[in-house]
């Protein structure tokens, strides 16, 4: 709404001009060279006082009302819509995909379950405010339950991810979780576990390999990790802080192990076993095998794992 007001000295000035008011076409040709001025300036300034056109003050407040406000109205639009995004987040457990698709609600208990009778396969999302995350077998086809997913801890770190699922948690991405348990027959395959704060289990056969990733944050003590599957943790890389134990047939075949605790490695594994410990209080190893070797100080030479086994372990 626009209101003009006219002062006293302003009637009498404007009874004085309309004496000698200049003739149509000088008024026309006067309006229209300030509209053009007006229009030409960045700020839509009003018409100087020598324009007595209303027509001309008119269409003024008419491109004012309908160009000034655009900026306004694309600020306050955007304002409006990233605090929609914001309100959206539910305070509970939910799952979120990267598509853009609608936030999906977990349980009441902070758990979340993908597959199985939840018939929901959970690919490309976060994971956020849950204390479980539970991928299970897929009811419609095999590879799909939680692939591409990221699992965010609760700051108290309790959080539990279990991979049950044959081909679940591909490409799975976990940051503060408590335990990362890949259950599931080819679970877990290159994924990146960064800031683990408890137990690391691979029981599922070929389970935690094609180079998945798992690190403590900053040293955090207590850190285990279990590679029990038939030829689990293949080529990983497992950067813990307490021990790492490679019990299943050729497990950890091809891994990098990082950890000042004790590492253990298969009983049961091929003549030629290919792997790396860069850092390690003790091997545990019955037998020798080609391959696996020990870097036992920055500036010397790498050692046979065996060799080192005998000396730094108790005999198995």
Same mark, same amino acid.
């Given at each position: 709404?626009?209101?003009?007001?006219?002062?006293?000295?302003?009637?009498?000035?404007?009874?004085?001009?309309?004496?000698?008011?200049?003739?149509?076409?000088?008024?026309?040709?006067?309006?229209?060279?300030?509209?053009?001025?007006?229009?030409?300036?960045?700020?839509?300034?009003?018409?100087?006082?020598?324009?007595?056109?209303?027509?001309?003050?008119?269409?003024?407040?008419?491109?004012?009302?309908?160009?000034?406000?655009?900026?306004?109205?694309?600020?306050?639009?955007?304002?409006?819509?990233?605090?929609?995004?914001?309100?959206?987040?539910?305070?509970?457990?939910?799952?979120?995909?990267?598509?853009?698709?609608?936030?999906?609600?977990?349980?009441?208990?902070?758990?979340?379950?993908?597959?199985?009778?939840?018939?929901?396969?959970?690919?490309?999302?976060?994971?956020?405010?849950?204390?479980?995350?539970?991928?299970?077998?897929?009811?419609?086809?095999?590879?799909?339950?939680?692939?591409?997913?990221?699992?965010?801890?609760?700051? $108290?770190?309790?959080?539990? @991810? %279990? !991979? =049950? *699922?044959?081909? #679940? +948690?591909?490409?799975?991405?976990?940051? /503060?979780?408590?335990?990362?348990?890949?259950?599931?027959?080819?679970?877990?395959?290159?994924?990146?576990?960064? $800031?683990?704060?408890?137990? @690391? %289990? !691979? =029981? *599922?056969?070929? #389970? +935690?390999?094609?180079?998945?990733?798992? /690190?403590?944050?900053?040293?955090?003590?207590?850190?285990?990790?279990?590679?029990?599957?038939?030829?689990?943790?293949?080529?990983?890389?497992?950067?813990?802080?307490?021990?790492?134990?490679?019990?299943?047939?050729?497990?950890?075949?091809?891994?990098?192990?990082?950890?000042?605790?004790?590492?253990?490695?298969?009983?049961?594994?091929?003549?030629?076993?290919?792997?790396?410990?860069?850092?390690?209080?003790?091997?545990?190893?019955?037998?020798?095998?080609?391959?696996?070797?020990?870097?036992?100080?920055?500036?010397?030479?790498?050692?046979?794992?065996?060799?080192?086994?005998?000396?730094?372990?108790?005999?198995?």
């Amino acid at each position: 709404m626009i209101f003009f007001i006219t002062s006293s000295s302003h009637k009498k000035a404007k009874a004085q001009k309309q004496k000698h008011k200049p003739s149509d076409k000088q008024t026309t040709t006067k309006d229209t060279m300030m509209l053009t001025a007006t229009f030409s300036s960045s700020n839509f300034l009003f018409p100087s006082q020598g324009c007595n056109n209303r027509l001309v003050v008119a269409m003024m407040a008419v491109v004012m009302l309908a160009s000034a406000p655009v900026g306004v109205h694309a600020r306050i639009g955007a304002t409006a819509e990233a605090d929609l995004n914001v309100r959206r987040l539910p305070p509970g457990c939910y799952f979120s995909p990267d598509d853009g698709g609608s936030v999906t609600m977990g349980n009441d208990d902070g758990s979340f379950v993908c597959g199985g009778s939840a018939n929901q396969e959970c690919e490309k999302g976060t994971f956020m405010n849950c204390s479980k995350v539970l991928c299970e077998e897929s009811a419609n086809t095999v590879g799909e339950t939680c692939d591409q997913v990221r699992v965010q801890g609760l700051e $108290d770190g309790t959080t539990v @991810v %279990e !991979c =049950s *699922g044959t081909y #679940s +948690c591909l490409n799975l991405e976990t940051t /503060s979780l408590n335990e990362v348990k890949c259950t599931g027959t080819r679970s877990c395959l290159a994924s990146t576990n960064n $800031d683990v704060l408890g137990h @690391v %289990e !691979c =029981s *599922g056969d070929g #389970s +935690c390999g094609s180079k998945s990733h798992f /690190s403590v944050w900053d040293d955090h003590q207590g850190v285990s990790m279990t590679c029990s599957g038939n030829k689990s943790c293949e080529e990983s890389y497992i950067g813990i802080s307490d021990y790492a134990e490679c019990s299943g047939e050729n497990a950890c075949l091809g891994a990098t192990i990082n950890t000042p605790a004790s590492v253990i490695l298969p009983v049961v594994r091929e003549p030629e076993f290919p792997m790396k410990i860069e850092v390690s209080a003790c091997v545990e190893m019955a037998g020798s095998s080609t391959g696996c070797t020990y870097l036992s100080g920055p500036r010397n030479p790498t050692v046979d794992c065996f060799t080192i086994a005998q000396s730094s372990c108790p005999k198995i």
